[in-house]
C-alpha cells in the first residue's frame, strides 16, 4: 500500500506543472477576451473648418522629473540636446532686392546735376538676411513676412551647409507670416509643443542675427497673449527675454526640450540691439496661415464690417466697464444685416467676454467666413442677442483705400478734380522755369529726402 500511495504522489508531482501552466492559459485568455474593445472616435468635421493639406509635426509630451534640492546644488542644467535637435531645422535665409534707379531719373536736368556732382547713381543688389524653420521634410519653410515680402531672389542655407534657391508658397502681411518651399527633400521638420507655453518656461532662441551664423539665446517666457502693439493686424504674441537681433526674424523659439514654441518676429528696443523684450508668433497661429497658404495661396478671415472702440479704462479708475462699442456699421456688411447698430456696447461673443478691441479682432479673425456667431450687446440699457454671419476679411490695402476714399469725400466734394488742377499747377510752374531755377528746387527736394 505505501508503494501505490508514493506511486501516487510521483506522478501527481508530474502533471503538476502542466496543470498550472494551462490554469495560467486559461487566465490570460479570459483576460484578452474580456478586455473592452477600443472605441474609434469619430469627429464630425465642421462645416467652418478647412481640410487640412499639410499637418504639423507634433512632439510627444514630456514628463519632468521632480528634482529635490539635493540634485538642484549638484546638478548642472544643459540644453546641448534640446539645441542639438532644434538647430537641424532652422535655415538661414538670404533675400537679394534689385534696387532700380528713381522715376524722376531721367529728367535731363536731375541727370545734368547727378552728372555734374557724384555721377548718376547705378542698379544695385540689396541683399538682406534673416531666419526660418523646416516645418516638413518636403520642403516647406515658414519665416516672417517682411524677410521674403519684397525679395526678387531667395537663398536657404541650411545648418550642414547645403544651400537652395527658394520660392515664395504665401505671404500674410497681416499676421507677418510666409511660407517659402525648396526643392529638396529628407528635412529634419521642428515638431510643434502640444501644450500652450506657460510664464516662467525656458525659452530658446535660435537664429542668424547679424549674419554671424546660426547661435542660440536663452531666456524665460516673460508673458502670452501680447496684443495691442500696434505692429500686425493680428496680434498674439509670446514675449520672452531670450535675446533676439536684426537677423532672427523668421527663427525658431523652442522649449527645453527644443520644441517649436513660436516663430521670432520683432524685438522692442530704442537702440535697435536687444532690450530683453522681444516677440514670437505662437504655433497656434502658425499652423492656421501655413494651412491657409499651403492651400489657397492666402488666409481667409472672418469680418464683421464694423469700427469698434474700447470702453474707457482708465488705470485710475475702479469701476472701469467692459465691453467694445460700435462707432461704425459698414452699410450692407454682415453686422448691419445682422441688426448691429452704431452706439451698440458688445459684452460678448459666443458666451466669450470681450474687453478690448484687440481680443474682438483676434477672436473674429480665427473663424471662417459664413461662421455664425452669437452677440450679446448692451443697448439703451437693455441686454439683446443677435446672430451675425461673418463674411471675408478684405485686405488691408482694401480696407484702407475704402477709408480713405470716404474720408476724401467728406472733405473734398470732387477730390479727382482737384487733384488734377494741383498737378497741372505744378507741372506748368516748373516747365515755366529757367534751368538754374529748376536745378535748385531739385537740389532742395534731394537734400530734404535726405539724399
Same mark, same amino acid.
Given at each position: 500500500?505505501?508503494?501505490?500511495?508514493?506511486?501516487?504522489?510521483?506522478?501527481? %508531482?508530474?502533471?503538476?506543472?502542466?496543470?498550472?501552466?494551462?490554469?495560467?492559459?486559461?487566465?490570460?485568455?479570459?483576460? #484578452?477576451?474580456?478586455?473592452?474593445?477600443?472605441? +474609434?472616435?469619430?469627429?464630425?468635421?465642421?462645416?467652418?473648418?478647412?481640410?487640412?493639406?499639410?499637418?504639423?509635426?507634433?512632439?510627444?509630451?514630456?514628463?519632468?522629473?521632480?528634482?529635490?534640492?539635493?540634485?538642484?546644488?549638484?546638478?548642472?542644467?544643459?540644453?546641448?540636446?534640446?539645441?542639438?535637435?532644434?538647430?537641424?531645422?532652422?535655415?538661414?535665409?538670404?533675400?537679394?532686392?534689385?534696387?532700380?534707379?528713381?522715376?524722376?531719373?531721367?529728367?535731363?536736368?536731375?541727370?545734368?546735376?547727378?552728372?555734374?556732382?557724384?555721377?548718376?547713381?547705378?542698379?544695385?543688389?540689396?541683399?538682406?538676411?534673416?531666419?526660418?524653420?523646416?516645418?516638413?521634410?518636403?520642403?516647406?519653410?515658414?519665416?516672417?513676412?517682411?524677410?521674403?515680402?519684397? *525679395?526678387?531672389?531667395?537663398?536657404?542655407?541650411?545648418?550642414?551647409?547645403?544651400?537652395? +534657391?527658394?520660392?515664395?508658397?504665401?505671404?500674410?502681411?497681416?499676421?507677418?507670416?510666409?511660407?517659402?518651399?525648396?526643392? %529638396?527633400?529628407?528635412?529634419?521638420?521642428?515638431?510643434?509643443?502640444?501644450?500652450?507655453?506657460?510664464?516662467?518656461?525656458?525659452?530658446? *532662441?535660435?537664429?542668424?542675427?547679424?549674419?554671424?551664423?546660426?547661435?542660440?539665446?536663452?531666456?524665460?517666457?516673460?508673458?502670452?497673449?501680447?496684443?495691442?502693439?500696434?505692429?500686425?493686424?493680428?496680434?498674439?504674441?509670446?514675449?520672452?527675454?531670450?535675446?533676439?537681433?536684426?537677423?532672427?526674424?523668421?527663427?525658431?523659439?523652442?522649449?527645453?526640450?527644443?520644441?517649436?514654441?513660436?516663430?521670432?518676429? %520683432?524685438?522692442?528696443?530704442?537702440?535697435?540691439?536687444?532690450?530683453?523684450?522681444?516677440?514670437?508668433?505662437?504655433?497656434?497661429?502658425?499652423?492656421?496661415?501655413?494651412?491657409?497658404?499651403?492651400?489657397?495661396?492666402?488666409?481667409?478671415?472672418?469680418?464683421?464690417?464694423?469700427? #469698434?472702440?474700447?470702453?474707457?479704462?482708465?488705470?485710475?479708475?475702479?469701476?472701469?466697464?467692459?465691453?467694445?462699442?460700435?462707432?461704425?456699421?459698414?452699410?450692407?456688411?454682415?453686422?448691419?444685416?445682422?441688426?448691429?447698430?452704431?452706439?451698440?456696447? #458688445?459684452?460678448?461673443?459666443?458666451?466669450?467676454?470681450?474687453?478690448?478691441?484687440?481680443?474682438?479682432?483676434?477672436?473674429?479673425?480665427?473663424?471662417?467666413?459664413?461662421?455664425?456667431?452669437?452677440?450679446?450687446?448692451?443697448?439703451?440699457? *437693455?441686454?439683446?442677442?443677435?446672430?451675425?454671419?461673418?463674411?471675408?476679411?478684405?485686405?488691408?490695402?482694401?480696407?484702407?483705400?475704402?477709408?480713405?476714399?470716404?474720408?476724401?469725400?467728406?472733405?473734398?466734394?470732387?477730390?479727382?478734380?482737384?487733384?488734377?488742377?494741383?498737378?497741372?499747377?505744378?507741372?506748368?510752374?516748373?516747365?515755366?522755369?529757367?534751368?538754374?531755377?529748376?536745378?535748385?528746387?531739385?537740389?532742395?527736394?534731394?537734400?530734404?529726402?535726405?539724399?
Amino acid at each position: 500500500m505505501p508503494y501505490s500511495t508514493d506511486k501516487k504522489v510521483s506522478r501527481f %508531482m508530474r502533471i503538476l506543472p502542466w496543470i498550472l501552466l494551462s490554469i495560467i492559459i486559461v487566465i490570460f485568455a479570459w483576460y #484578452i477576451l474580456s478586455k473592452p474593445a477600443p472605441v +474609434k472616435v469619430t469627429q464630425q468635421k465642421s462645416t467652418n473648418q478647412v481640410e487640412q493639406t499639410w499637418q504639423p509635426p507634433r512632439a510627444e509630451e514630456n514628463t519632468l522629473k521632480p528634482v529635490t534640492k539635493k540634485e538642484k546644488s549638484q546638478e548642472v542644467v544643459s540644453y546641448h540636446d534640446a539645441v542639438a535637435k532644434a538647430s537641424q531645422s532652422v535655415v538661414n535665409i538670404y533675400t537679394t532686392q534689385k534696387v532700380t534707379q528713381p522715376p524722376y531719373i531721367e529728367d535731363p536736368v536731375l541727370r545734368q546735376y547727378f552728372e555734374f556732382n557724384e555721377g548718376m547713381p547705378q542698379e544695385d543688389d540689396n541683399t538682406n538676411l534673416g531666419s526660418g524653420v523646416i516645418v516638413s521634410a518636403d520642403g516647406y519653410i515658414v519665416t516672417n513676412a517682411h524677410v521674403v515680402e519684397k *525679395a526678387d531672389d531667395i537663398t536657404v542655407g541650411f545648418n550642414d551647409g547645403r544651400k537652395s +534657391k527658394a520660392t515664395i508658397v504665401g505671404v500674410d502681411i497681416e499676421s507677418d507670416l510666409a511660407v517659402i518651399k525648396v526643392k %529638396m527633400d529628407k528635412l529634419q521638420p521642428l515638431a510643434f509643443r502640444s501644450k500652450p507655453i506657460e510664464v516662467g518656461d525656458v525659452a530658446l *532662441a535660435i537664429g542668424n542675427p547679424f549674419g554671424v551664423g546660426q547661435t542660440v539665446t536663452q531666456g524665460i517666457i516673460s508673458a502670452t497673449g501680447r496684443t495691442g502693439l500696434g505692429v500686425n493686424t493680428f496680434e498674439d504674441f509670446i514675449q520672452t527675454d531670450a535675446a533676439i537681433n536684426p537677423g532672427n526674424s523668421g527663427g525658431a523659439l523652442v522649449d527645453a526640450y527644443g520644441e517649436l514654441v513660436g516663430i521670432n518676429t %520683432m524685438i522692442f528696443s530704442r537702440s535697435g540691439g536687444s532690450m530683453g523684450i522681444g516677440f514670437a508668433i505662437p504655433t497656434t497661429i502658425v499652423e492656421q496661415v501655413m494651412n491657409a497658404l499651403i492651400e489657397n495661396g492666402h488666409v481667409s478671415r472672418g469680418w464683421l464690417g464694423i469700427e #469698434i472702440r474700447s470702453q474707457l479704462q482708465d488705470p485710475t479708475k475702479i469701476d472701469n466697464r467692459q465691453g467694445v462699442t460700435v462707432v461704425n456699421v459698414v452699410k450692407g456688411g454682415p453686422s448691419e444685416q445682422g441688426g448691429l447698430r452704431v452706439g451698440d456696447t #458688445i459684452i460678448n461673443i459666443d458666451g466669450k467676454e470681450m474687453n478690448d478691441e484687440n481680443a474682438l479682432v483676434q477672436y473674429v479673425a480665427r473663424k471662417l467666413p459664413n461662421t455664425v456667431l452669437n452677440v450679446q450687446v448692451m443697448r439703451d440699457g *437693455a441686454i439683446v442677442d443677435l446672430k451675425i454671419t461673418l463674411a471675408e476679411r478684405p485686405s488691408n490695402k482694401e480696407l484702407m483705400k475704402a477709408h480713405s476714399m470716404n474720408n476724401q469725400n467728406k472733405a473734398m466734394p470732387n477730390p479727382s478734380d482737384s487733384m488734377k488742377n494741383n498737378q497741372a499747377n505744378i507741372e506748368d510752374e516748373f516747365a515755366n522755369m529757367s534751368e538754374d531755377e529748376r536745378l535748385e528746387v531739385l537740389r532742395q527736394l534731394l537734400e530734404r529726402e535726405g539724399n
